[in-house]
């Protein structure tokens, strides 16, 4: 049980480290990666409070919600990125 912890806690780390750099792109929508993350630090702090299995599950649905509102964000700016670029197509 000892050599899990090690493990489950660098695996975490980077999880919270994907989570955060999501989170770096300035979503379109920033209240709703900003609990997302706040989501996957809470999973990240009762892990290390020793209740594992509702920590695993907090941050797996807050790193679920970081990747889903970071796409959401990714979208709208290479839209508005062509946009601006090439001008609107409807004209």
Do not use: Y
């Not at 000892?2 to 300035?26: H, I, K, M, Q």
């Not at 209240?31 to 907090?58: C, F, L, W, Y």
């Amino acid at each position: 049980m000892t050599r899990r912890l090690p493990w489950l806690s660098t695996t975490l780390a980077f999880l919270v480290g994907v989570a955060v750099s999501c989170d770096a792109a300035v979503a379109a929508d920033k209240t709703k990666v900003d609990r997302a993350t706040k989501q996957v630090e809470q999973g990240a702090k009762q892990i290390s409070q020793g209740n594992v299995g509702q920590g695993v599950k907090e941050t797996a649905k807050g790193i679920g919600h970081t990747v889903v509102d970071g796409a959401k964000f990714s979208g709208e700016n290479v839209k508005e990125l062509f946009q601006k670029t090439f001008g609107s197509s409807r004209r």
